[in-house]
């Protein structure tokens, strides 16, 4: 009887969906970025999630989602924990808490490495989903705390694929330096913003990119 129970339940449930990502945005709040540009990245951030076509692919691969806000040294939070996307009702409610969310530093310094490492070490709960990314925006090169490039070893060594959006406001040579000291892992990317006004557009390609994409291959 057991088994005819189990069969039946296949029959109309289907398998367990699996996680495809586990993607944590971690969202640059340090002193450089003033109160207009806060707001352009946390919006143009909500909006992104909320396209039909990247929502749609986060929904199918069963994503889990989280936001980091980071600036300096001991300076990072996690202002929204893993959040599985079962529905389009689950993103909704993800993108509305991402454009209302408060912001918890103003004042302090840009330390990516620090950063890095604070995001890494929240993925023990996400460990089984197929692929893991941080997506770091950035606006400046880091200036405090443990420099990127020694977190690298431990992203590789944890299946962590680090990707990159930088904002070229006030450093013209900022996408060089995260190609050559942030990213890392198979496949790793940076995409530039001239401006913080372009941001929207761009974190939106970018997570067509990495979600809808990557995604589609696994498919």
Not at 145 to 152: A, N, R, S
Request: some cysteine.
């Amino acid at each position: 009887m057991r088994t005819l129970v189990s069969a039946l339940a296949s029959l109309f449930c289907g398998p367990a969906l699996a996680c495809d990502l586990a993607l944590a945005l971690a969202v640059d709040v340090s002193g450089s970025v003033d109160r207009g540009e806060y707001r352009l990245q946390m919006d143009g951030l909500a909006t992104a999630l909320r396209d039909p076509v990247i929502s749609e692919a986060l929904v199918r691969g069963r994503a889990q989602l989280m936001l980091v806000q980071w600036t300096g040294s001991a300076r990072q939070l996690v202002s929204i924990p893993w959040t599985e996307v079962r529905d389009f009702e689950t993103v909704e409610r993800f993108a509305a808490r991402v454009a209302a969310e408060p912001r918890p530093w103003r004042n302090f310094s840009t330390a990516i490495g620090e950063a890095l490492a604070f995001a890494l070490a929240q993925f023990a709960p996400v460990a089984s989903c197929k692929r893991r990314l941080i997506d770091l925006s950035g606006d400046g090169v880091s200036n405090e705390g443990l420099p990127p490039e020694e977190v690298h070893d431990q992203l590789r060594a944890a299946g962590v694929v680090v990707n990159a959006i930088a904002i070229e406001q006030s450093e013209t040579d900022l996408t060089a330096y995260f190609y050559e000291h942030v990213i890392v892992g198979e496949g790793a990317f940076v995409v530039t913003a001239s401006t913080f006004t372009e941001y929207p557009a761009k974190i939106r390609q970018k997570l067509l990119r990495e979600v809808v994409m990557q995604t589609a291959r696994a498919d």
